[in-house]
C-alpha cells in the first residue's frame, strides 16, 4: 500500500523512516507489505513491555469497556489508585505523592511549578545537552541540540546550565570529569544564580537525547549533598531512563540517594499518553491546591495499562533481563570498537547504550542507521552531532534477537566502510 495523505502531516516533525506500519508485536513493527522490522528504538523508549504485551493489551481493553474517561477534578476512578499503589511498590518509600499528566514535557512542568511554589525560589538549574521537553518551560531547559529553540528566542529566563561529566567528549577520566562537573555546578552557585534563588537542580541520570552519556559513579550523590547544603530541590527527570530501562526501575536507583521530585513518562504505560510525577509529601504541602492541573491528567485507560505495565516488567522479570541483554550488548559492542576505528566510544548501563563515532561521525551514523534500516533493523541517533547511534531495544529482548541484531549492525559497519 502507497502512502496515502502524508503530504498533509506537518513536516514540523523531524522524520526517521517512510515506514507504513500495518501492526506491532513484541520487538517487531510490520510493515503493510508484512515486512518484518526489529524495533531498537522501542519508539523513543516507550514500548518497554514490546509492541501490544498481551497483558497491556487486555487492561486496555477491560478498562475501556468500565470507563474511559474520568476527570479528575471531579471524581477518583479505580485504575489511578491502583496505580499508585504500584508505583509506590517500585519507589523509595519518601516518594509517595503523585500527580499525573500526559506527555513527557508536561511531567517537567509541573515538577517545575512544584518545585518554585515549595521553595518560594524562582531559578532551575539543568546540564549542558539535557533534553526535557519541547514546550516554551522545557524548550528552555533543553540544551541538547540548537534545533529545539531555533527562532523560538527569547526563551523562558531563570534557566542556568552547568557541564554534564560526559568522559568522552572531555577528552578525560571519569574522576576528572566528575571533579570538573561538581566544581562548576558549586560555581554557578556562586556566580550565576544564588542558592537563595535556586528552586531546583534537574538532571537526567543517564543523558538521553544528549548522547546516551552514563555519568561517572557519584554524581547524583555529589548533587545530592549540594542541594542538601542549600535548601535545593533535587529533580531527577527518569522520562527516559525510566521503568526498567537501566536494569533498575529507575536509573536513580544505581547511586544510593532518594530524590525529592522525579519526572515519569514513555516507558510508564507502554505506548499510552501518560506521565507524571512523584514527590515527598512535605513539598506537596506547599504546593497551592488548583494553581496547577489538566483535563485528561490521570486517564483512566492509560493507568491501567501503566498498572499492567509495571505488572508484566515484575512477573516477567524484566530488570533482570534488561541488566543481561545489556551485558551482551556493551561486551558485544566493545569488541566492534576494537575491530571498526571509527568507533570513538561505547558507553551504556542496563537497555540504554550509545555508539559515538569520530570524525565524520554525523555521515557514519546516518550510513550505518540506513544500512541497517534495509536489514530491518530499526537504530535511532542523539548527540549535538547526530553522531551516536542510541541503542534502546524493548526490554524483553532475547539474547537470540540481540545476536541478530548485533549481526546486522556489524553488516552495516562493514558496508558504510566500504562506502
Ligand atoms: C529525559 C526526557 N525528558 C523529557 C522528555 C519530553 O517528553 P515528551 O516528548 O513526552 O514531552 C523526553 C523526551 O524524549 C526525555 O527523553
Given amino acids: 500500500m502507497n502512502l496515502l495523505n502524508e503530504e498533509y502531516l506537518s513536516t514540523v516533525w523531524s522524520r526517521v523512516t517512510n515506514i507504513l506500519v500495518d501492526h506491532g508485536k513484541g520487538i517487531y513493527l510490520y510493515n503493510t507489505e508484512g515486512k518484518r522490522f526489529m524495533d531498537f528504538t ?3 523508549g516507550v514500548v518497554n513491555t514490546g509492541h501490544c504485551h498481551p497483558k497491556v493489551v487486555e487492561a486496555i481493553q477491560k478498562q475501556s469497556n468500565e470507563l474511559i474517561f474520568g476527570q479528575i477534578n471531579i471524581i477518583y476512578h479505580k485504575p489511578v489508585l491502583s496505580l499508585i499503589e504500584e508505583l509506590r511498590s517500585i519507589l523509595p518509600s519518601a516518594l ?5 499528566s500526559n506527555s513527557g514535557a508536561e511531567a517537567v512542568e509541573a515538577a517545575v511549578k512544584l518545585a518554585k511554589q515549595a521553595t518560594g525560589r524562582s531559578n532551575i538549574i539543568v546540564f549542558q545537552g ?15 541540540k540548537t534545533i529545539y529553540r531555533s527562532m523560538y528566542q527569547p526563551l523562558v529566563p531563570g534557566i542556568f546550565v552547568s557541564p554534564y561529566p560526559y568522559p568522552y567528549y572531555y577528552g578525560w577520566e571519569n574522576r576528572e570529569t566528575l571533579d ?13 544564580t544564588a542558592p537563595k534563588e535556586t528552586a531546583a537542580i534537574i538532571v537526567e541520570p543517564v543523558l538521553g537525547e544528549g548522547g546516551y552519556v552514563v555519568p561517572p559513579a557519584g554524581f547524583l550523590s555529589a548533587i545530592r549533598k549540594i542541594c542538601d547544603e542549600h535548601g535545593i530541590l533535587m529533580i531527577v527527570d527518569e522520562i527516559q531512563s525510566g521503568f526498567g530501562r537501566t536494569g533498575k526501575y529507575f536509573a536513580f536507583q ?30 506537596g504541602e506547599k504546593w497551592l491546591t488548583g494553581s496547577h492541573g489538566g483535563t485528561y491528567g490521570g486517564n483512566p485507560i492509560a493507568c491501567a495499562a501503566a498498572e499492567a505495565t509495571i505488572r508484566v516488567i515484575k512477573e516477567e522479570k524484566l530488570l533482570q533481563n534488561a541488566g ?10 566493545s569488541g ?14 542496563g537497555l540504554m547504550a550509545g555508539v559515538e563515532f569520530s570524525g565524520k561521525g554525523n ?33 524483553i529482548v532475547t539474547g537470540d534477537q540481540m545476536d541478530e541484531a548485533l549481526n546486522i549492525f556489524r553488516k552495516a559497519l562493514e558496508r558504510t566502510i566500504n562506502r
Fill in 336 to 349: 566492534l570498537k576494537k575491530e571498526f576505528s571509527f568507533i570513538g566510544d561505547v558507553r551504556g548501563i
Fill in 324 to 333: 543481561e541483554r545489556g551485558k551482551q550488548l556493551l561486551k558485544a559492542l
Fill in 130 to 144: 539535557g533534553f526535557h521537553g519541547r514546550t516554551h518551560l522545557t524548550m528552555a531547559m533543553t540544551t541538547s
Fill in 42 to 44: 522501542s519508539g523513543i
Fill in 254 to 283: 544505581h547511586e544510593e540517594i532518594v530524590p525529592d521530585i522525579i519526572t515519569m513518562a514513555k516507558g510508564i504505560a507502554s505506548g499510552l499518553p501518560l506521565s507524571g510525577i512523584a514527590y515527598r509529601q512535605e513539598l
Fill in 96 to 100: 509517595d505523592r503523585f500527580f499525573f
Fill in 363 to 395: 555521515e557514519i551514523a546516518a550510513a550505518v542507521q540506513r544500512e541497517a534500516l534495509e536489514k530491518g533493523l530499526l537504530l535511532l541517533t542523539c548527540g549535538a552531532e547526530s553522531n551516536i547511534i542510541r541503542w534502546i531495544p524493548p526490554l
Fill in 180 to 192: 570538573f562537573a561538581v566544581r562548576e555546578l558549586k560555581r554557578l552557585l556562586k556566580t550565576q
